[in-house]
């Protein structure tokens, strides 16, 4: 899978200035609607035929890390079934700063998306998509790079506010995470993502919520709604905690 707009690829060798710049662009270039082709209910963990036809193809994205190197590990679904896993290993080229991830971690994980055969339908990254400084996170960053659908599915909240306090929910609740003075190109106000209790106890400990927003072709509503239809029972989508185990998988072949 190769990227279809490489002059937004993330470069670890620009200034931070032209770090952030590149994220209004990529920002500007995302698009937040539904602009996909598959039902959003299809997307879930069942293996049988829907009534549109095959289920989505899902990817999750992950990574482990090996000193100065990531493991950048894609784990492909249908469904409930495994249809492909890659993997990659690079070298990190900066420290993490917070909002400019996909400079980090971007390189490596697109080098893992070009050992891919599969062409998805939906990307699931362990990361922000618009609940970001400058509504380009992760998620945002590559699904622009590569043009395809993408969810940021987040465990902390980066920027923003929730509309509602969001600890010790039920499962299944959500509120939206609304922008604030911490996302620079957005109005006060502005809905970019949602708080969402994939699973909850009724007792201790509790758990905290994820952070979903939309990367690119999906609306912040849908995104929920994506995210909600992959998790089975799990804190984490499948996809995504699928493609965790497989980096951890991969890094024992080069510790």
Known sequence: MRPVNPEFLPDPALSRGEMEDLQFEVADAADWTD????????????????LTGERPLVAGVDQAFLDEEAV??????????????????????????????????????????EELDSDPDLVVFDGSGRIHFRQAGLATHLGVVFDVPSVGVAKNLLCGRTAEEA?????????????????????????IGHAYQSRQYDSEPIINPLYVSPGHRVSVSTAADLVAGLCGGYKLPEPTREADAYADEAKDEYV
Do not use: K
Request: hydrophobic content about 40%; glycine content about 10%.
């Open 35 to 50: 602009a996909f082709d598959f039902d959003p209910a299809d997307v879930s963990l069942g293996t049988e035929a829907s």
């Open 72 to 113: 950048s590990a894609i784990v492909v679904m249908r469904g409930g079934e495994v249809v492909e896993r890659v993997h990659a290993v690079t070298d990190l080229d900066i420290p993490y700063v917070p909002g400019l991830l996909s400079f980090r971690e971007g390189g490596p994980i697109v080098a893992a998306f």
């Open 167 to 191: 600890d010790g929910r039920p499962e299944g609740w959500r509120t939206e995470v609304v922008a604030d003075s911490s996302v620079e190109n957005a109005e006060a106000g502005d809905s």
